[in-house]
């Protein structure tokens, strides 16, 4: 049975930096794409980004939604069955619980995937 455990969350200033990981199990992690979503209080999910899988869909292809771009970096380490999202110029509108999921598409849609973690806080003070 596929596991997500995410990980790295906590309380930043703005303008700071975190580092998400996302732990993967009961499965190959690189069959499969990952993304990263969140969702703040009272708002929808939102997609983040997401990483191709190398034997699967999308040869290790990255995908930005438009409010991170150029601020966060998806990665991943598939032997250490973990994928990462590294936040950088962090604001306040980043503040959410951040999810990670997999899928067997490349995509950003939330639809698409099947499974999530539990989620980890990030809380961006201003």
């Known amino acids: 049975q596929v596991k997500l455990v995410e990980s790295g969350g906590g309380l930043v200033q703005s303008g700071g930096s975190l580092r998400l990981s996302c732990a993967f199990s009961?499965?190959?992690?690189?069959?499969?794409?990952i993304g990263w979503f969140r969702q703040a209080p009272g708002k929808d999910r939102e997609a983040v980004s997401c990483?191709?899988?190398?034997?699967?869909?999308?040869?290790?292809?990255?995908i930005y939604a438009e409010p991170v771009k150029g601020r966060f970096t998806i990665s991943r380490d598939n032997a250490k069955d973990t994928v990462y999202l590294q936040m950088n110029s962090l604001n306040a509108e980043d503040s959410a619980v951040y999810y990670c999921?997999?899928?067997?598409?490349?995509?950003?849609?939330?639809?698409?995937?099947?499974?999530w973690g539990q989620g980890t806080q990030v809380t961006v003070s201003s």
């Open positions: 990483i191709g899988s190398g034997v699967g869909s999308g040869n290790g292809k990255t």
């Open positions: 999921g997999y899928s067997d598409y490349l995509s950003l849609e939330e639809d698409e995937y099947d499974y």
């Open positions: 009961g499965h190959t992690l690189d069959f499969y794409v």
